[in-house]
């Protein structure tokens, strides 16, 4: 493919894009994110007279310095930073650039900051209040659905450790109620095979029986929806940010400070509870979809916690 040096910011980035869904398999999410930080990058170029087919060195030093003016944490730079190398190297290999301007930057350092972790007795809380609310007296029909609806979302959560774009668009085949494994499709359109657990088994089941329950009559042979959490929005699913707010009521409810609750701080839970409890850091690392062990090696601070634990409550000569 080859490209006029003339061709518009806006072009490019998508070629860009479809290049990255065609050849690595990115997702959605990953591609919304590439095109909100390089249609940032490209305004800033506009109001110097530049674009990304001639930007210099300087004007990409420039763009991070302004990043900086406007408060940007080290992590977003970095992430603006890896979007213009990975466009500018696609545009050199595309011989729409004769030069990579990004090869010399370098990023801001930064420490990676250890993730939230709720304590398992902070999860039990949140499940006993969601399942409490799904057997409330006075909930109307429709307020009972919803109430078995997130607290099946939570359990299967807790039980899996799905990332919360994997866990809201779970097909309706994930609730067989023989099934004891789960085929995930995660980044990169990869699948994994998920173990389930009793209870989210059951919490499955329960929910898609009072779903089912509360159709009305002349649409009980109606074809059903393919999703477990169908929903009447666009991607016809559940949207993950129903879902962590929703999550968020829920913290509330539990006594627990909203702020410190999302999807991704229960996944978090679940390989930190694992590995707390013993788990081998690969087999962590294969049940969250990680490519790269590295990823999972940031909750190696909890084997250590639990190392030294145990090295001070079972060593022969350790101060009693």
Request: aromatic share 6%; with cysteine.
């Amino acid at each position: 493919m080859r490209s006029s040096k003339t061709a518009t910011d806006a072009r490019l980035t998508e070629l860009f894009l479809d290049m990255l869904a065609a050849e690595q398999g990115a997702g959605v999410n990953t591609l919304d994110a590439y095109r909100r930080d390089l249609t940032d990058f490209s305004d800033f170029l506009g109001r110097q007279c530049q674009n990304f087919a001639g930007a210099g060195t300087d004007a990409l030093r420039d763009y991070l310095a302004d990043l900086d003016v406007r408060g940007f944490k080290s992590s977003s730079v970095a992430r603006r930073l890896s979007a213009m190398r990975h466009l500018f190297r696609f545009l050199l290999n595309e011989r729409i650039r004769s030069d990579d301007p990004a090869a010399i930057l370098s990023g801001p350092k930064r420490g990676r900051g250890l993730p939230k972790v709720l304590s398992i007795a902070d999860v039990d809380r949140m499940l006993t209040r969601a399942k409490e609310l799904t057997e409330a007296e006075k909930a109307s029909p429709q307020a009972r659905l919803r109430a078995m609806r997130l607290y099946c979302l939570l359990e299967v959560l807790y039980a899996t450790g799905l990332r919360v774009s994997e866990l809201v668009a779970l097909p309706l085949s994930a609730a067989r109620r023989d099934a004891r494994m789960i085929v995930v499709r995660g980044k990169g359109n990869k699948e994994r095979l998920v173990p389930l657990n009793d209870a989210s088994r059951q919490a499955m089941v329960d929910y898609l029986a009072a779903m089912e329950a509360l159709k009305p009559e002349k649409k009980k042979n109606a074809v059903a929806s393919k999703w477990l959490f169908p929903s009447f929005g666009e991607s016809g699913h559940l949207t993950r940010q129903h879902f962590a707010r929703d999550l968020k009521e829920l913290a509330a409810a539990s006594g627990l400070a909203p702020r410190l609750v999302s999807p991704h701080v229960l996944r978090h839970a679940f390989a930190s509870h694992l590995l707390h409890n013993g788990a081998d850091l690969r087999i962590v690392q294969t049940l969250l979809g990680h490519t790269d062990i590295s990823t999972t090696q940031i909750y190696t601070h909890v084997v250590e916690e639990r190392l030294k634990s145990l090295v001070r409550d079972l060593h022969p000569l350790a101060e009693k």
